[in-house]
């Protein structure tokens, strides 16, 4: 409650000025995430090569999990990578989440 004589007002509008301050720190906060495990072997050992318009051209070869799994494997290989079956998941992965959302990983 406030005192007598003094208004709560001028807190009030100091907090929410301070609130609505901080949120854009929250939110860059978000931004700045920890990449994934996939997101840093694509950026490592392939970006240089399979841009983003690789992944929207109309001749792509991805049309689902098994075949988006099949082409991450294929270029690891021609590429000698020697990634495991689970950094293969995990680059796919990756790839679901950045260009082909349509997809429902298995």
Known sequence: MARAGKSIWPRLIAAVGMAVLAAPLAVAADDERAPSRGELLY???????????LH???????SDWRSLRAEVRRWQEMASLRWSD???EEVARFLQ???YRQLTPE
């Open 97 to 99: 989440l950045r260009h």
């Open 43 to 53: 950026a490592t050992h392939c970006i240089a090569c399979h841009d983003r318009e």
């Open 56 to 62: 929207w051209r109309d001749r792509r070869l991805v």
């Open 86 to 88: 689970e950094e293969i």
